[in-house]
């Protein structure tokens, strides 16, 4: 690529984001060169700012060179009040994005009609899609 009369044969890569997760909050994994994003478990911190402090961070770098697609998975066992707001800060940060085709995959488990309703609300707030995967019942 150039920048200006400098040529480079190399990027920086980007570092992966990985949070193993516990009873409290969610595993979250992000690896921009394998394209492979993912939210899962269960997200009841006591302070989800602090929590999702970290991911906003990475998605706003990743947000400034992403891939040409990029589809994230969202598998919430279960989500309190306000990690839902920090996954709709999220998702509106990635409405704005133009350089990428993005998708989201909300899994929830089929008798969770809570989970359903929080990606459908979330679904009209944005132009990509959200598609809604029901899982069996556990």
């Not at 697609?69 to 919430?76: G, L, Q, S």
Request: glycine letters at 2%.
């Amino acid at each position: 690529f150039d920048i200006g009369n400098f040529h480079a044969d190399y990027y920086i890569k980007m570092e992966n984001y990985i949070a193993n997760g516990n009873e409290l909050t969610p595993k979250a994994c992000f690896d921009k060169e394998q394209n492979l994003f993912s939210i899962s478990g269960r997200s009841i911190p006591e302070n989800a700012i602090d929590i999702y402090a970290p991911i906003i961070d990475w998605w706003q770098q990743y947000l400034q060179n992403p891939n040409p697609e990029t589809t994230i998975d969202m598998n919430f066992e279960y989500i309190n009040s306000s990690s839902m707001k920090q996954i709709a800060r999220l998702i509106a940060m990635l409405d704005k994005v133009e350089k990428s085709k993005i998708n989201i995959r909300w899994h929830y488990n089929s008798d969770d009609t809570d989970s359903k309703m929080q990606a459908e609300r979330l679904a009209k707030m944005v132009k990509f899609p959200i598609v809604l995967i029901a899982d069996a019942s556990k």
